[in-house]
């Protein structure tokens, strides 16, 4: 399985990114969205259960992120509106099977990850 993220940027304080996550063949039970900032560890930010939908998100999400996935394109997005410079991190997607999904070790395949900057 492998995994493309795409989508990140520059954007304002406040404004809004969408994020995609494309799998090149399929997905597993869940796919999440973590994001790592330099000098910092890796966090879980969303998470959404590929057969009934049903997603989760971190504490730094709650609110503000909206994870979302079409099945025909077997495509996940994450869309991150009112953005803060604390959400400065390269994103990374990635699908498994645990039935937690919080944590990097829940995951068995990940993409590249994307760079997300959010700076005035």
């Known amino acids: 399985v492998q995994l493309q993220a795409s989508g990140g940027g520059l954007a304002l304080p406040g404004g809004s990114l969408r994020l995609s996550c494309e799998a090149s063949?399929?997905?597993?039970?869940?796919v999440g969205w973590f994001r790592q900032a330099p000098g910092k560890e890796r966090e879980f930010v969303a998470a959404i259960r590929w057969d009934d939908n049903s997603p989760f998100y971190g504490n730094s999400a709650l609110g503000r992120f909206t994870i979302a996935r079409d099945i025909a394109k077997k495509v996940v997005y994450l869309q991150m509106n009112r953005l803060k410079p604390e959400d400065t991190a390269v994103y990374y997607c990635a699908t498994g099977t645990s039935d937690t999904v919080n944590t990097a070790r829940d995951y068995s395949y990940w993409g590249q990850g994307t760079l997300v900057t959010v700076s005035s």
């Open positions: 063949e399929r997905t597993f039970s869940t």
